[in-house]
């Protein structure tokens, strides 16, 4: 399925799983608002932002943030950076094949798309959002300093990644991650497809990320190789 704001709101997901295997995995219900009420009394008062707040997105936000927001701009975050560290079993892949998803990992610098939250919409957008990005636990919620073109440093939400968490992938060799990537697919669809959706999102914005391209190309060469093999005679 294709996930809609809809679902988000009517926790479709995290409902639809409750009955299934993958249930002893998801966040359960006290750690879900612990997590989001302890993030939204951190949140921070900039000046300018007249009680609005802003969100970081590397991945699936840029090009499918589905939170209401009334700007948008490119950011870059340092400290952080974007890689495919973890393993998605519900989302973009299953418990027997896996796929991959990104996160932010320490390190180096990132760049993405901030989006700015009304003040009287962030609960409700925020909860959407934990149903989206906490359904397992798998991130840390982290208020970041970003940079925008002219503008100081201002604080933004961000998921980052939860090293403790069991799908924490590391840092793999990008034949194993192109191999996660190629054929898995889960709820969302196929992982193949976030990584496209995302270097697509992300070059509409004007960013080249050249980790991604490098691994798009992987994948694209894996697949003529594999049907170059296939066609030849035996």
């Known amino acids: 399925m294709a996930i809609t704001r809809q679902d988000l709101e009517t926790d479709r997901l995290r409902a639809s799983l409750c009955s299934t295997p993958v249930a002893s995995s998801l966040l359960p219900e006290e750690a879900f608002e612990r ?117 100081p440093r201002q604080r933004a939400l961000a998921f980052v990644m939860n090293r403790g968490h069991e799908a924490y992938a590391g840092r793999l060799p990008d034949d194993r991650v192109v191999a996660c990537l190629r054929h898995a697919c889960g709820l969302y669809g196929p992982a193949r497809e976030y990584l496209q959706q995302t270097l697509l999102g992300l070059a509409t914005n004007g960013v080249d990320d050249p980790y991604l391209g490098r691994l798009w190309r992987r994948l694209q060469d894996t697949d003529a190789t594999a049907a170059q093999a296939v066609s030849e005679p035996a």
């Open 35 to 151: 997590s989001l009420r302890a993030t939204l009394d951190q949140r921070p008062d900039t000046p300018g932002l007249a009680g609005d707040v802003l969100l970081f997105g590397y991945g699936s936000l840029i090009w499918n943030p589905m939170v209401i927001h009334t700007d948008r701009q490119l950011a870059t975050v340092h400290g952080y950076h974007r890689g495919f560290y973890l393993y998605s079993r519900i989302n973009r892949g299953t418990w027997d094949d896996p796929g991959l998803v990104l996160a932010l990992d320490r390190g180096g610098s990132c760049q993405g798309v901030v989006f700015r939250i009304p003040h009287h919409m962030i609960e409700q957008e925020f909860r959407l959002l934990w149903r989206r990005e906490m359904l397992t636990g798998a991130y840390h919620p982290r208020w970041l300093n970003v940079k925008m073109n002219g503008s």
